[in-house]
């Protein structure tokens, strides 16, 4: 497979491992975008948008990229702190009285560390689109453990979560602070809640053969992923599922964004190159400082380190070094940035694979391999 698009001279071995990925992987359509230094060095599609059609790929192409979204949702939070409107460590009750539960605060979420990875109650996919009766769910909910004494992933229940103090500070949702104050200034291609009028541009996804099936529904994993069966997972072309409008169009803020290659990049390379950077360094800094890792709640290290809200460099999820820090999604989809080395690098891809996809970690090698 050709692709389309460029890269400079320096980095042509991203676009040599771009090609390899299509050969050596079940690869249908994917992206590819790399920032040095403020300047786009890569920015390369390939392959298929929509397998019905047979739409190709192009720059302007997005995708769901799952939990992507975190960025979005922990870049606007950290843009908050900046400006001085939120302390991470003081008790998210403090900006959301109803919520209670003083012990949590925001940093424990975006740790992952607050004993909410879940709801007890059971809500529709209409109550979910509805927001407020997520918050009632969240308010009532009791931790699963003490919080800040282990760790859970927190899938949706994170950008609810983070998503109402957003509201509760700006009077906008995640989704709409999130454009107000940083995707429309910057022209970014990545929304929580897609606009309609951009859904015939979006790519559709496709599993992978021999993907292994979830656990069963009762299992906490599960239920993280589904809230309790709510939504489906990945059930792309069923009603609910990641291919469906009706979900893409609502705010799902932990796992819902829908982005372009170029959109997440550049959303990265606004926090690490340039002088108009959107965190300073001491904002970083301390994003940057690990909060959870080894063994959580379920009792096993898969051998992630986050810091609040973003991976840390890892064997897990390997970047450029310990300045570097992003979030994957589900689908196979990357986003990290790297202040130290100024690079700020996004791959998306339709085809769904799982467990062992290698294709985002061959372009980030590569793109090591250039530095």
């Known amino acids: 497979m050709r692709p389309s698009g460029y890269a400079d001279e320096r980095f042509g071995p991203v676009a040599d491992a771009f090609a390899r990925n299509f050969d050596d992987f079940p690869e249908l ?4 975008a790399v920032y040095a230094g403020g300047r786009k060095v890569v920015d390369l599609t390939g392959g298929i948008a929509d397998e019905a059609t047979g739409r190709p790929w192009t720059s302007e192409t997005v995708v769901p990229v799952f939990s992507c979204a975190k960025a979005l949702v922990s870049l ?3 843009l908050l702190v900046e400006q001085g409107r939120l302390d991470l460590d003081a008790p998210v009750a403090a900006y959301w009285p109803e919520f209670g539960k003083e012990s949590i605060t925001s940093r424990m979420v975006l740790g992952h560390r607050a004993g909410l990875p879940v709801l007890d109650r059971t809500l529709s996919f209409d109550e979910i689109a509805a927001w407020t009766p997520v918050v ?7 931790p699963l453990w003490e919080p800040g004494t ?10 609810f979560l983070l998503g109402e103090v957003i509201r509760r500070i700006t009077g906008l949702t995640p989704g709409q602070y999130f454009r107000k104050a940083i995707g429309e200034p910057l022209g970014l291609r990545a929304w929580i809640g897609l606009p309609a009028d ?3 541009d979006r790519a559709r996804l496709l599993e992978a053969e021999g993907r292994p099936p979830m656990p069963p529904p009762e299992h906490l994993l599960t239920r993280i992923v589904t809230m309790n069966g709510a939504l489906n997972f990945p059930g792309l072309d069923e ?3 990641w291919n469906d409008p009706a979900l893409l169009t609502i705010e799902l803020p932990g796992a819902g964004a829908v982005a372009s290659a170029d959109g997440l990049a550049g959303l990265f390379t606004t926090t690490v190159s340039g002088k108009d950077r959107l965190l300073s360094p001491a904002t970083l800094t301390d994003a940057l400082t690990e909060v959870s890792s080894g063994k959580g709640y379920l009792g096993f290290d898969v051998g992630a380190r986050w810091g609040s809200g973003f991976l840390l460099d890892s064997p897990f999820r390997p970047m450029l070094g310990a300045r570097s820090f992003g979030n994957d999604g589900a689908g196979g989809q990357f986003a990290f940035g790297d202040d130290e080395h100024g690079v700020a690098f996004a791959y998306v891809a339709n085809r769904m694979i799982g467990h062992g996809d290698a294709r985002a970690s061959n372009l980030v090698t590569a793109v090591r391999d250039c530095l």
């Open 239 to 241: 009603p609910h599922g």
């Open 29 to 32: 359509g994917a992206a590819v």
């Open 136 to 142: 009632h769910a969240i308010e009532e909910q009791e």
């Open 76 to 78: 606007s939070i950290h």
């Open 150 to 159: 282990t760790y859970e992933y927190h899938g949706h229940v994170f950008g």
């Open 198 to 200: 951009e859904l015939d």
